[in-house]
């Protein structure tokens, strides 16, 4: 299928086949929801910490008999039933065990994002910037022009470098390369603007998996 092109400085009226598979995939809030939700717990903070047994300070001696006492067995006051013992199955800070997601699903959930973007009309295919925009009023002007006030980019490398200096004073809007590329990111800000370049690299990175297209 064909996608209109913009570009930075003119008009123009070149268009671009994407392909169907990436950009015309089924609808699938359900798996993209689960992805951003896997996204967000991997970068989650850890900060809460309880003790174990192990690591409370105090004597290890054992507090009574085995045997005779007519009471349960025990061993140290560090057993989590005592008070001042230690916590069973508490918070573990840092060391704790993320949640996991094959690649397929989440190659899935990245086609699922962009076919969602493409099919409401928020995707856009830009002309790859070739001269460095030097000044921000330039690429807000640009932005502007095509109401693209809550944007993420997607550059390729060349296009990244000539057009990051100009656009990161600006609210709203975030510059990525297609290595950096995040079903959060798509789905947080209202519009997606790859270049030309980046849409290539992008479907053959994604193609190249043929077993996970859905």
């Known amino acids: 299928m064909k996608q209109?092109?913009?570009d930075f400085k003119s008009v123009t009226k070149d268009t671009m086949e994407v392909s169907d598979k990436i950009f015309a995939a089924e609808k699938n809030e359900k798996l993209i929801h689960s992805v951003i939700d896997w996204q967000l717990s991997k970068n989650k903070k850890r900060l809460a910490k309880t003790k174990q047994?192990?690591?409370v300070t105090g004597s290890t001696k054992k507090i009574y008999a085995q045997k005779g006492t007519g009471g349960a067995r025990h061993a140290s006051r560090?057993?989590?039933?005592?008070?001042?013992g230690g916590k069973a199955h508490g918070p573990k800070g840092d060391v704790y065990k993320d949640r996991k997601m094959n690649k397929k699903v989440r190659k899935?959930?990245?086609i699922a994002a962009l076919s969602s973007k493409y099919q409401n009309k928020e995707m856009l295919i830009l002309n790859d910037v070739t001269e460095k925009v030097k000044k921000t009023k330039d690429f807000y002007a640009f932005m502007k022009k095509n109401n693209l006030m809550n944007c993420l980019f997607i550059f390729?490398?060349?296009t990244k470098t000539n057009t990051e200096i100009s656009a990161r004073n600006i609210a709203n809007v975030k510059l990525l390369d297609t290595n950096s590329i995040?079903?959060?990111?798509?789905?947080?800000?209202?519009n997606l603007v790859f270049s030309k370049t980046s849409v290539k690299e992008l479907e053959k990175k994604l193609l190249q998996w043929k077993k996970y297209i859905i």
Request: proline letters at 4%; zero cysteines.
């Open 182 to 190: 995040s079903v959060y990111d798509i789905i947080k800000y209202k």
């Open 156 to 158: 390729d490398e060349k």
């Open 78 to 84: 560090k057993a989590p039933i005592f008070v001042g």
């Open 4 to 6: 209109n092109l913009i």
């Open 53 to 55: 047994r192990n690591e």
């Open 108 to 110: 899935k959930g990245l």
